[in-house]
């Protein structure tokens, strides 16, 4: 079985669990929007035709609680679960919050920075 075969049967179940755990109310748009993706896209990635790349991955695992397995079965890395809370917080958050969010991406970054100078580059 290749990557679109298997997402798309998975996401196929993602959406049957969904729909009954609305009583069987609900349709493919409601589904779509939820996950912040077009309808259209949607019914391309069920019927096979496409897969989504990890802008889209993210929404998925972030709107199924962090499931990660969207990565493997479409074949891409897997993000820290933090930063995919980060992502999908970030609009929500109020300007403040984003400038302290940006001071200690600064401070890691610098940390990082310091870090990498100090360590002997490998012999080749």
Do not use: C
């Amino acid at each position: 079985m290749n990557h679109v075969t298997e997402f798309k049967t998975w996401l196929e179940q993602k959406y049957l669990e969904w729909l009954s755990k609305r009583g069987r109310k609900g349709t493919v748009r409601e589904f779509s929007d939820l996950i912040g993706v077009d309808q259209r896209l949607m019914a391309n990635w069920m019927n096979g035709d496409r897969k989504p790349g990890t802008d889209y991955a993210d929404k998925i695992s972030i709107f199924l609680n962090y499931d990660m397995t969207v990565y493997d079965l479409l074949g891409l890395p897997r993000p820290a679960k933090e930063l995919l809370q980060l992502k999908s917080l970030w609009p929500a958050m109020t300007e403040r919050e984003r400038a302290e969010v940006g001071k200690l991406l600064e401070k890691i970054e610098q940390r990082n920075a310091t870090d990498h100078k100090r360590q002997p580059l490998p012999e080749a």
